[in-house]
């Protein structure tokens, strides 16, 4: 066995053994409970919660948590109610459950119930499997992109191809197969490729779902890995005005950052509203743990501006939002010749490295995405739902590689600009009848058209149209829900005549086909949460995937694509069992995807030589896959006190056909957590401090030169969060202050998901501070 292994076990048993010895058997019992908005999944702060026998009432904190202290064991009876809810009784069993979750449902919504979630799961009205990162988490962990908040979800990766573009991944499946959701608003632009990430801010979203299983269907084809759904704030249940302003300082690449988000509601039995949000981002070059990754800077802005007008019935919002940024490209990436190639793939550091600087230069890109949307929702009856959606957005994205023109005439134009827009239709009704069942049809409508200009492109100009239709079916009791998903989709492809290396093409596509997903939810007081999906998808080829031909400046390389690509069809199984005893938690999902004619990129034998210098190139194949894993995590988590967590995922890929390795997956990880929390001590509130261990292992399955290097070596990193709200006035609201350490030990190492790893390493320290004002 290698001495890093030794390392990684030393570490992994180390850090367990320090947790254990710091927790302690309690002589009385302290009962925890969490109250949330059934719907919008949002911390209720100052609910109240009154035990009847002891006369005695509780307030939860502004996270929605409350603890109480000294129970004997025993059954007790506790009133939760929270004004503008419906009020719910609950019975505590002390000492077999002390943890408790109180979904509370707005009295101007009768589809929802209140939910006591003894076990920790997410119920909500579709029958949903989802992993949810609430307000709380996020302020924590929020980093530079969706992708980094999302490592916060066990299973959940990210793919990075510059200093502030990456890509989640999930099991696996990232890109195509993944669906982001900004509120009702599915994101577009991602048939661009991997160097493009969600169009979004990230000080917008207040919480975070990834949702898989039956569910999962209704959002299309490319949610067969599933569906990363962003959510904004609320809005504010009573009349008013508020706002929250957000500072962040990053040490690695002197980031700053700063988002403002100003909101009012005005009237009583019709209510309406604004809520606006501007933020803005300015980074320099990153730095590993030895040098300057140059050209590595960003510029990025943001705004969104909503409105609504309502009553309980009744409700139209309407968003507008804008996301621009300007994303340098690692200079050492693109290269004149050949023989620089070879020689920088080998080398151990880049051959460019300059000094720190904020100036985006040559290659870099520009990014802007702006989106419209009006959601109308009525309610029929008490039972009956009704909306209707309407969106409009448009990508545009601008490339400028490292100035190697040789006419003076086309100096400064962008060597690529390509413009997507999308429109999209959805009607939907949600029905609950008979007590125990729900159900949910609709319909969805999209025409999208791309246009190319610049002194190449990539992919050609094409039309595509889409039709849907879908219906979700749950039954549900006390114990146990069976959920139901079928979707019908029809698309079209459209690409016009045009001129490659010297030839003229056409092409028009049609795909169809149909996804079904059934998922079986248990609750056993014994035996916890048990969770099983049977879902089978299909995902008709990109238009990059058939049609790509250039060099892709984000990501250095030069990728071909295959126009006899043909549909994906994937088999899905997942197997997930949450359990909460005390303050226990733990969570272990298994689940093994076959696939069908799966698409992915596989490395050229040689390189290709442009105009424009040597670069990696990659051709888009397709094969049958399995992919098959499982992650868990076991925690101990009291409300105060010392606190521990390990995380484990591990992940096989298999080429089917050729018997190999599927190149370019995760490899194996797992995490390990040391935690202390402290009681609110007069103007201090939920103070924590916590030290995190990420161990990555070499992704050992792979094909010996079928890349252009091997896998990069295994990697222990050490993180470091620490926190706390702070009371400046009893009239004010609390200022929330973390601060965090990344990369602690400063060490070197290459990610393999990073599309950056042939030519540098990973960036080194980070210190950031996150200050969140409320007011």
């Known amino acids: 066995m290698k001495p890093f292994c030794f390392k990684a076990i030393f570490l992994f048993f180390g850090l367990n053994l320090f947790a254990f010895t710091l927790l302690k058997a309690q002589s009385e019992y302290v009962v925890q409970i969490k109250i949330t908005d059934s719907l919008s999944q949002e911390p209720l702060a100052y609910a109240t919660v009154s035990m009847d026998k002891q006369r005695q009432s ?80 996020i302020s924590k962990r929020s980093g530079q992109n969706l992708a980094e908040l999302l490592k916060n979800i066990n299973g959940v990766k990210a793919m990075n191809s510059a200093g502030g573009i990456a890509k989640p991944v999930i099991r696996g499946l990232s890109g195509q197969r993944l669906v982001v959701m900004q509120g009702n608003a599915r994101l577009e632009g991602q048939q661009w490729g991997d160097d493009h990430g969600p169009e979004l801010d990230p000080f917008m979203a207040n919480s975070v ?42 040490s690695n690449n002197r980031q700053g950052a700063a ?54 019935r009744w409700k139209l919002e309407t968003t507008f939002s804008y996301f621009a940024t300007e994303q340098g490209i690692l200079q050492a990436s693109h290269l004149g010749n050949f023989n620089d190639l070879q020689r920088a793939l080998r080398a151990e550091k880049p051959l460019i490295i300059l000094p720190f600087t904020y100036q985006v230069n ?20 008490s039972k009956t739902d009704i909306k209707i959606n309407y969106t409009q957005q448009v990508n545009r994205r601008q490339e400028f590689d490292a100035d190697r023109i ?22 939907l009704i949600e029905r609950k009848w008979r007590g125990h069942w729900l159900a949910k049809v609709g319909s969805s409508q999209s025409y999208q058209f791309n246009t190319t200009q610049g002194l190449q492109f990539i992919i050609p100009s094409f039309i595509s149209q889409s039709l849907g239709a879908f219906a979700l079916l749950k039954y549900y009791n006390e114990n146990s829900s069976l959920s139901l998903g079928l979707r019908h989709d029809w698309r079209s492809l459209e690409v016009p005549t045009f001129q490659r290396l010297s030839r003229r093409y056409s092409y028009q596509r049609y795909f169809s086909g149909f996804n079904a997903g059934l998922t079986y939810l248990r609750n056993s007081p014994k035996w916890g949460q048990h969770t099983i999906s049977l879902q089978s998808a299909w995902r008709p080829p990109a238009v990059n ?71 990696p190139a990659f051709q888009f194949t397709q094969s049958q896959v399995l992919i ?108 929330n202050v973390h601060m965090s350490v990344n990369n602690l030990l400063n060490k070197s190492y290459r990610d393999y998901l990073s599309r950056f790893r042939y030519f540098t390493d990973d960036p080194g320290v980070n210190f950031i501070i996150r200050l969140q004002i409320p007011f």
């Open 58 to 137: 509780f307030l939860s904190n502004e996270q929605g948590f409350l603890s109480i202290p000294h129970l004997k064991a025993g059954t007790y009876v506790l009133h939760v109610s929270f004004v503008g809810y419906h009020h719910h009784d609950i019975i505590l069993d002390i000492p077999k459950q002390l943890n408790y979750h109180v979904e509370l449902c707005p009295e101007a919504f009768h589809l929802h119930e209140s939910l006591v979630q003894a076990e920790g799961n997410k119920a909500v009205f579709s029958g949903r499997q989802q992993q949810v990162l609430d307000a709380t988490e």
């Open 209 to 250: 779902a990834v949702i898989k299983g039956a569910a999962a269907v209704e959002f299309g084809p490319e949610a067969m890995g599933g569906v990363i759904r962003v959510e904004p704030k609320p809005w504010r249940k009573d009349v008013g005005t508020e706002g929250t302003l957000n500072l962040q300082g990053f």
């Open 259 to 312: 988002s403002l988000r100003l909101e009012s509601v005005y009237g009583k039995k019709t209510q309406w509203g604004w809520r606006t949000q501007a933020t803005l981002r300015k980074a320099g070059d990153a730095r590993s743990a030895i040098y300057n990754l140059s050209n590595t800077g960003f510029n990025e802005q943001a705004f969104q501006a909503s409105t609504f007008v309502g009553t309980k």
């Open 362 to 381: 040559r290659p870099f890109q520009q990014v802007s995405h702006v989106l419209s949307s009006s959601m109308f929702s009525y309610q029929l009856n």
């Open 406 to 427: 040789y006419n003076q005439a086309l100096q400064g134009r962008a060597a690529m600009d390509l413009e997507i827009q999308t429109l999209q239709a959805e009607q």
């Open 545 to 615: 995937e058939l049609y790509s031909y250039g060099l892709h400046y984000g990501l250095a390389n030069f990728e071909i694509g295959d126009s006899n690509l043909v549909p994906e069809r994937a088999w899905l199984l997942d197997w997930n069992v949450k359990k909460v005893w005390r303050n226990w938690h733990i969570d272990a999902g298994v689940y093994g995807q076959l696939f069908r004619n799966f698409i992915y990129r596989l490395p050229s034998a040689t390189p290709m030589l442009t105009i424009r210098g040597a670069f």
């Open 628 to 735: 098959a894993g499982f992650d868990a995590s076991i925690a101990y988590k009291p409300l105060l006190a010392w606190q521990w967590e390990s995380r484990f995922s591990q992940l096989y890929a298999q080429d089917l056909d050729l018997n190999r390795a599927l190149i370019f997956m995760p490899a194996n990880s797992m995490e390990h957590s040391v935690a202390y929390v402290w009681g609110d001590r007069k103007k201090l509130r939920s103070p924590y401090a916590e030290l995190r261990s990420v161990w990555v292992a070499r992704q050992h399955r792979f094909v010996p030169g079928l890349d252009f290097i091997d896998p990069p070596a295994a990697y222990v990193l050490l993180n470091l969060n620490v926190g706390f709200s702070y009371v400046l006035h009893p009239k004010w609201k609390a200022w």
